[in-house]
């Protein structure tokens, strides 16, 4: 099982993952995504654009390392590895 983790704001929109642990199953980031959207339907609209990808302003790390392929998410999560999910600030 791999942990995923949000920061605070998410949980505004999707409630049902606030307050308890996410764990799903290892994979790729792709599948990992898939399974928190089953839990909090709507989850994988937010984060991804209209061709699957990563939207510009998420980023998301595996361990404490930023994943490489925005695209097609293929990077694997490890059992036991923990998954952030989190969006830049940006604007002037």
Known sequence: MATVRLTSHLYRFFPALKDRPIEVAAGSVAEVLRAVDAIAPGFTDYVLDERGALRRH????????????????SDRVADGATVYLFQALSGG
């Open 58 to 73: 998420v980023y998301l790390s595996i361990d404490n390392r930023i994943v490489i392929d925005r695209t097609t998410l």
